[in-house]
């Protein structure tokens, strides 16, 4: 096996939610941010709510021409 190969890994690294969230996990970043989060998540919050992520709506009705 090649030694110095593999990445560093942080066993402190932050999560930061766009609902403004933080928590702490081990990865091999030191910093990920993220959109939802278990406690911004539909499933976990019991809303019944549409997550549009990278606006692949908007994107499919530009595509398809299709109205509201």
Request: charged letters at 30%.
């Amino acid at each position: 096996m090649k030694d110095k190969i593999h990445p560093e890994y942080y066993t402190d690294a932050k999560v930061v939610c766009a609902c403004g969230n933080t928590f702490t996990i081990g990865s091999t970043q030191k910093l990920l941010k993220v959109e939802l989060c278990s406690k911004c998540h539909p499933f976990f919050t019991g809303e019944r709510r549409m997550v549009d992520t990278a606006g692949r709506v908007e994107r499919f009705r530009r595509r398809y021409k299709m109205e509201g």
